[in-house]
């Protein structure tokens, strides 16, 4: 895993996403308690500032996965990285003229959330043209390990911020973030196969040939989702996840700060103590993949994060935040472990040309769910203690991975005997789905 870091064009992508992440985290502590504390926003309306940040997913993201596959995707991550820069510093600004609401806040998070879209898509897709094939386990994972650092320090830092200096300034570290992470992304050297000229648009197509083209290109890659045995099982199972942690994302930090009075610094340091669980599932998981088979590790990293979610509702004041701090730590290690197999598999098996596709079409399902999770949450806990609506969203989630063990993914044990059958596939001949979603 050393020698990937050697790599002068890997070092710089792992550094841009290792910074901008972080910048990330602090702003995913940041954002609720400006709702929570300094606009005194209700229990629902956090629910909708939560689901506003994913919603770009049922907005854009079958199309941005078409045009990313059409467009160099450097300049598109850079691009990306600049425009929520700008996003985020509005944040600080109308906060210093006493002008911000939560209905800023909702927009800033959806378009940032746009610009995350395109930024993930093109992240993915462009990763395989910085690593050989058999390198790309340990560059998913080193990516992942990045993710988890980030949820350890982000929230400590963003708690800290908050506490100190208040929530809105905390955001500025976001917005700097973002711009470091786009001169990294700029100093890549890696060059990309360009799509071939029957591949991209043609200039002089009229607006309605170019939008049957694109809707053409968009039922390419649901399609190949859809025809394709490991992202059929992943896709069913990652879209209920993701709808019961959306609705948790949009409770837990109403329950810590409303119900059980935890201090904003505080609530940072719950969430960095948990994100070790992370960087070890993160740094484990292709050695874990190797020696027990990836698919093996994908049924029951999740199965980890179900059962340890269980414990959230235990939680209480004073010692009693161990529970928090057990099982967000457990829920981080398995999501980690579950992503890296996913991501690793789905990249070795799909075709160049429909990798930015593949992925835009596979998370417009899994990350749409958590736009409608997290206004489900919100309106679940109106109705409900916190306490109550995070028992019920905890419990439900066990059930995710008995469904992915009873799936095709439970009959092997590598997750490449589900993905041999797309390997030669080019976008004209693309295997069609014989069945429904597993």
């Known amino acids: 895993m050393a020698s990937v870091l050697r790599q002068h064009d890997f070092r710089l992508l792992w550094s841009a996403q290792t910074i901008s992440e972080l910048g990330s985290a602090v702003t995913t502590v940041a954002f609720p308690l400006i709702a929570i504390g300094t606009l005194h926003a209700s229990n629902f309306a956090v629910g909708v500032l939560t689901a506003s940040g994913t919603a770009a997913w049922l907005l854009v993201g079958l199309p941005a996965g078409v045009w990313v596959d059409r467009w160099p995707r450097r300049p598109v991550m850079v691009a990306a990285d600049l425009g929520r820069a700008a996003l985020m510093a509005s944040v600080p600004l109308a906060w210093a003229f006493g002008v911000l609401t939560v209905a800023q806040l909702a927009l800033v998070a959806l378009l940032t959330g746009v610009l995350a879209v395109f930024f993930n898509v093109?992240?993915?897709?462009?990763?395989?043209?910085?690593l050989e094939p058999d390198r790309l386990s340990d560059g998913n994972s080193l990516l992942?390990?990045?993710?988890?650092?980030?949820?350890?320090?982000?929230?400590?830092?963003?708690?800290?911020?908050?506490q100190l200096f208040g929530a809105p300034a905390a955001v500025l570290a976001d917005a700097a973030s973002f711009v470091v992470s786009a001169l990294c992304v700029l100093r890549i050297r890696a060059t990309e196969r360009r799509p071939a000229a029957t591949e991209r648009p043609v200039a002089a197509e009229r607006p309605a040939a170019v939008e049957r083209r694109?809707?053409?290109?968009?039922?390419?890659?649901?399609?190949?989702?859809?025809?394709?045995?490991?992202?059929?099982?992943?896709?069913?199972?990652?879209?209920?996840?993701?709808?019961?942690y959306g609705g948790f994302d949009a409770v837990v930090?109403?329950?810590?700060?409303?119900?059980?009075?935890?201090?904003?610094?505080?609530?940072?340091?719950?969430?960095?103590?948990?994100?070790?669980?992370?960087?070890a599932g993160s740094l484990g998981a292709g050695a874990a993949a190797r020696r027990f088979g990836d698919a093996r590790v994908l049924w029951l990293s999740l199965a980890v994060e179900a059962v340890s979610g269980l414990m959230i509702p235990l939680t209480t004041r004073g010692w009693g935040l161990s529970w928090f701090v057990a099982a967000i730590s457990a829920m981080s290690f398995g999501i980690a472990m579950f992503n890296v197999c996913v991501?690793?598999?789905?990249q070795a098996a799909t075709p160049e040309a429909l990798l930015g596709r593949t992925i835009a079409s596979t998370r417009v399902f899994t990350r749409s769910a958590l736009t409608l999770g997290g206004l489900a949450g919100g309106a679940l806990a109106s109705v409900v203690s916190p306490r109550s609506a995070l028992a019920i969203l905890?419990?439900?989630?066990?059930?995710?991975?008995?469904?992915?063990?009873?799936?095709?993914?439970?009959?092997?044990?590598?997750?490449?005997?589900?993905?041999?059958?797309?390997?030669?596939?080019?976008?004209?001949?693309?295997?069609v789905a014989s069945s429904p979603i597993d």
């Open 253 to 279: 930090f109403v329950f810590l700060v409303r119900q059980l009075g935890v201090r904003p610094a505080v609530v940072g340091l719950l969430f960095a103590i948990g994100g070790i669980g992370g960087l």
């Open 144 to 162: 992942q390990a990045s993710l988890a650092g980030s949820g350890i320090a982000g929230p400590g830092l963003g708690g800290a911020l908050v």
């Open 343 to 346: 991501i690793t598999a789905v």
């Open 214 to 244: 694109l809707a053409r290109e968009v039922a390419e890659g649901v399609r190949f989702v859809l025809g394709f045995s490991l992202t059929r099982a992943v896709v069913s199972s990652v879209t209920v996840t993701n709808f019961l």
């Open 122 to 130: 093109a992240d993915t897709a462009f990763l395989p043209a910085v």
């Open 394 to 431: 905890t419990a439900l989630a066990v059930l995710v991975p008995v469904r992915l063990r009873l799936s095709a993914v439970g009959r092997v044990r590598r997750l490449s005997d589900l993905s041999a059958d797309t390997r030669g596939h080019t976008a004209g001949t693309l295997p």
